[in-house]
Structures are given as structure tokens and as C-alpha cells.
């Protein structure tokens, strides 16, 4: 039985690996384990293309001990001139070799703006896929990057529709650019976690972003997204791991009860 994402009572602290080399992914892997991280997220599109089998792949995994692994395979780096069907086969490989969590864009099949397409047939292509996937015990997390903007309203939109589509977990990535964006999304975490009935994973970017990143979790996304240390290739909005483990672990927010 794989470990899986779902069902935990806390966010999971994701740390994301973005290398080229199986070298790289184990040293970072080796310093998150010991900085306290619960799950990782490799990130296929920026792994050379001849590390790309089941034998890096399992290699990699064997140093994640028994924690859960989201992978992802985007259209850039890479893999940008990669074709969705290839792309695929590659997420199915590493799946095999033992990931959890398989990153299934929106748009698969259909490059589209903000993520999310609505042709037919390439969203029968993406059930078919998401089955495939939970044939094979795995999870599927279906994400759209619109990096725009969004009222509440639209987000869960978005959120609905990948759950129509099979999905397990629904991310989506907007945008917070002014402070009033920053609290309109917080206040939309706050509305998927009562109108949705499937785990979810709401970030931003842009310049408010970070505190969307820290609290969206306490509001009830299902995990954070971290880096070890940042580096060339990292996402600099991902915060450090050692600095959102000391949070979690120093803060207390649970309901207040009154003593009686």
C-alpha cells in the first residue's frame, strides 16, 4: 500500500524538488528529511531527459523513506517540447516506480489558457488518464495555473469542475498582487474548505503571495508547498521548509475553549 496525501489530520509539508540530476534530488531529499519534511514533490519537467526511467526513479524514492510523492510533468524546461501523451506515459512511469500523487493539468490535452479546457474529447482523454492512474492505486490532483486573479466564486468553479473530472485533490494557482486580493483569496480558502467536498490546495502568486502561501493551509488546504533551500531552479514563492515547520510547530490554532 502506497502512502498517500489523503486523510492526514494536519497540512503535509511538501517539499519540492526541482533538479536535473538524481544526484541533486538525493542530497536535497537527504537535508528535508532531517528539516522535518512529510511528503515530497518531484517535479519531472526539470529532470534531464536520461534520468527519465523507472530505475532513477525508484532510486530517488528509496531515499524519501516512507513519505508520500506528488510528481509533476509541466510544459516547460525539459519537457517543453515534449507532447501531453509522452508526458503522460512519463508521469504513468514514475507513478509505477512509486509515486502517490500524479499532477494532471486542466488543459492536458488541450493547451488552453488558464488551464482548464472545455473540449470534449480531450476531457474524456483526461478521465480515461485519471483512471489509468487510480487503477494503479495512485492519487490525482488535477491544477490550473491561471495566474490571474480570482473571485471566490470562480475559484470554486474551477475546484468543482476537476472534481466533476475525477480528481482527488484540486489545486489552482491565482494570483495576489495587492493586499486586498491577499485577503479576498484567504477568504476564498475559507469558502472551499466549506463548499467542497474533495481536499484542495488554493495558492497564489505575485507580490501578497507569501501570506496566502503560510495561511491557506490553516484554512484548510491540504498541504504546504516548500523548497529545502532555494536555487536556481526553485520557485521563489515556495517558502523554506525549516521556516514553515517552526510555525506549524509554534502555533496553536486550535478553537479556543473557555475553562470552566
Same mark, same amino acid.
Given at each position: ?20 540530476? +538524481? ?26 531527459? !536520461? ?16 513519505? +508520500? ?20 506515459? !512519463? ?21 488552453? +489558457? ?124 515556495? +517558502? ?21
Amino acid at each position: 500500500m502506497k502512502p498517500s496525501f489523503l486523510g492526514h489530520s494536519r497540512p503535509l509539508l511538501t517539499c519540492m524538488l526541482q533538479v536535473e540530476t +538524481p544526484e541533486c534530488a538525493i542530497a536535497q531529499i537527504r537535508n528535508a528529511v532531517f528539516d522535518g519534511a512529510d511528503a515530497f514533490g518531484f517535479q519531472i519537467e526539470k529532470l534531464k531527459p !536520461e534520468f527519465r526511467n523507472a530505475e532513477t526513479y525508484q532510486t530517488v524514492f528509496s531515499y524519501m523513506e516512507d513519505k +508520500p510523492v506528488y510528481i509533476t510533468n509541466y510544459r516547460h524546461s525539459h519537457s517543453e517540447n515534449v507532447t501531453d501523451d509522452a508526458r503522460a506515459a !512519463e508521469l504513468i512511469t514514475a507513478l509505477d516506480a512509486g509515486a502517490s500523487l500524479v499532477d494532471v493539468m486542466g488543459d492536458f490535452y488541450d493547451p488552453t +489558457p488558464f488551464e482548464l479546457t472545455k473540449n470534449k474529447s480531450a476531457i474524456e482523454k483526461q478521465k480515461k488518464l485519471i483512471d489509468a492512474i487510480h487503477q494503479r492505486q495512485g492519487e490525482v490532483l488535477m491544477s490550473s495555473h491561471v495566474l490571474e486573479f480570482r473571485k471566490a466564486e470562480q475559484v470554486l468553479e474551477i475546484a468543482k469542475e476537476h472534481e466533476r473530472r475525477g480528481a482527488d485533490i484540486s489545486k489552482i494557482v491565482t494570483a495576489s498582487n495587492t493586499e486586498e486580493e491577499m485577503l479576498e483569496n484567504l477568504a476564498a480558502t475559507a469558502a472551499l474548505k466549506k463548499e467542497l467536498t474533495i481536499p484542495f490546495l488554493f495558492l497564489s502568486g505575485g507580490r501578497f503571495c507569501k501570506m496566502h502561501r503560510m495561511i491557506g493551509p490553516m484554512l484548510g488546504c491540504v498541504m504546504y508547498l516548500c523548497v529545502q533551500a532555494h536555487d536556481g531552479l526553485s520557485t521563489k514563492e515556495q +517558502p523554506v521548509l525549516k521556516s514553515v515547520k517552526a510555525v506549524v510547530d509554534n502555533f496553536d490554532w486550535k478553537p479556543y475553549r473557555k475553562m470552566t
